[in-house]
């Protein structure tokens, strides 16, 4: 066949393909416009789930009259006018496609009164100009959706689940946006009303995002240059399965980007169990001039110019999570505003022990601390017969500023139990152990500085030509933790490794961690692949099941994960401590019934 131009009007529905996939696309244009017109309230409008019929109002600065047929012009706007703008975006909306778009594939009938005219004008479907009674602000009705090209409109869902997805993408916005008041109406009904909340956004992520996680999620605030990453954090404890209460945004604009998904997912590795998911409400403002929102049609993705924004948001949220329990207790929490987030991997060097305003009882043996290279000798101290209850004291000194408070007993040969002010405690044995020993793994030290043992023969990894190269830019890296190498083709022969790794299946750690390297985020996912192999070690090394522990043991254990980053969780996620408060144990026996 001949090449030809296509008419406008064909290009046009192409185009509104890419930009109106379901009444959902439609509802975000919309706002999106409401809120570059500086709206502060805003009307959403949805008849059968946006199907049959969509309306948006609001009190913007409104279109001037002579502009009003223009609008729904391709690639007409009042949001760009050069090319340097286009790599400099301030607003939500600047293609000039969402109206177009509408336009060429529903009804659409616009009132608008401009904030410096004196009357409203309303453009019809028909592409007239007719006097409108509209007060202020901008009324947008669509209607007859997909009417031009009915085979889309097959492809819609039911009406719920139409709902569903426009709902979605108004919460999305309202979070963002607290200073604004938006309404829902679902087939004339109130829905949703989001009152503007100016100071507190906190009530703004009750209403949207839930009771509990406005009530767990810890606040964050971190600074470096001209970035800034703010929102709010649930708790390792709070986990979910689904990732519906996942809300990125760059700008103000929500978005689903993989960087910042992979980012944040890494910084909580260590603490998820298993497949769960954890809730966050996050944004990250840069210079609009750093960051490309017009990489997809929709503008759900963005490109980063700057490298370092994965490390920036991986390590501003570790900082944020893994805090010591004692910390956490007291609200001694570290101020987050700092000028090394980009080299500074705080997930090693999150353990760091500290001098304690408590120590144990004066009658108490010295301390022996539970550490990763005296664990053989502390294990020598340790019964092989198991034990199903062993009291301490009946009356134990309690150490008042201990989170975790005085261990009373060993219960069943896995569980710690112990009285602080609050109630009672139950820890893990193992999995608290599990914990400080994988911290201290992960620490600069115990990779840079553990001795390193040189292999009699080397040993041979076998890669194709395009994997050698990549490993030649590898081996600097593996050189600084002790893993030295050289390459005669086709092998990448190793030479010496730290000794943590003796036991190590070489070739699986390090063909995996070469894959990750090859990829766009390779340096902190190389050396999270070589801690899942340590994190392993440590697990083998700690405290196992049906062990007894002696008092001093117990209670140097309760002091270091009290000192321990995360020490609420294994590195598999499992929770090492659970508190039963005294009201908690009160309202169980029905005391002061």
Known sequence: ???????????????????????????????????????????????????????????????????????????????LSDTDHLFNIHTFGFRGEALSSIHSIAKLTIQSKHKESDSAWELTHKGEIIPSTLREGTKIKIRELFYSIPARKHFLKSPNTEYQHCLKIIHRIALIHPQVHIRLYADEKCVLDCQPFKENTQQRLQQIIGKEFAENAKPIEVKYDNWSLTGWLSPSSVAKKTTDKQFWYVNYRAVKDRLLSAATR??????????????????????PEEVDVNVHPGKLEVRFRQNEIFPFVQNSIKKQL?????????????????????????????????????????????????DYQSFKNINQHLAEQPIDFQPISTTPELIPDAPLGQAISYIHGAFIL?????????????????????????????????????LIEP????????????????????????????????????????????????????????????????????????????????????????????PVEMNELLRQVEECSAGERCNHGRPTWHQITLKELNQFFFRGQ
């Open 266 to 287: 890494r910084a909580y590795a260590d603490l998820m169990h298993n497949h769960s998911q954890p809730e966050f409400f996050l944004h990250l403002q840069i210079p």
């Open 459 to 550: 040993h041979k990894i076998h890669l194709n030509l395009a994997d050698l190269e990549t490993a030649k830019n590898f081996a600097p890296l593996l050189e600084n933790i002790g893993i030295k190498s050289d390459f005669k083709s086709p092998y990448w022969q190793i030479h010496s490794i730290p000794n943590i790794l003796k036991d190590t299946d070489l070739t699986e750690l390090l063909t995996a961690s070469l894959t990750e390297y090859a990829k766009e985020e390779h340096t902190e996912k190389t050396i999270e692949t070589l801690y899942q192999i340590l994190s392993t070690k440590a697990c083998h090394q700690a405290v196992r099941a049906n062990r007894v522990l002696s």
């Open 1 to 79: 066949m001949r090449i030809k131009k296509l008419s406008s009007h064909l290009a046009n529905q192409i185009a509104a393909g890419e930009v109106v996939e379901r009444p959902a696309s439609i509802v975000k244009e919309l706002l999106e416009n409401s809120l570059d017109a500086q709206a502060t309230q805003i009307n959403i409008y949805l008849y059968k789930g946006g199907i049959e019929g969509i309306d948006i109002s609001d009190n913007g600065t409104g279109i001037h009259p002579e502009d009003l047929l223009l609008s729904t012009h391709p690639h007409a706007t009042s949001k």
């Open 418 to 454: 112990a009285v602080n002010a609050k109630g009672l405690v139950i820890v893990d044995a193992h999995a608290a152990h599990e914990r400080i020993l994988y911290e201290q793994i992960k620490t600069q030290q115990a990779l840079e500085n553990q001795p390193v043992q040189t």
């Open 322 to 370: 893994f805090q010591p329990i004692n910390e956490q207790f007291s609200g001694a929490t570290e101020s987050l505003v700092s000028s090394n987030f980009l080299t500074e991997n705080t997930a090693q060097k999150a353990y760091s022990p500290r001098v304690q305003s408590y120590s144990p009882s004066s009658n108490s043996a010295q301390r022996t601390r539970l």
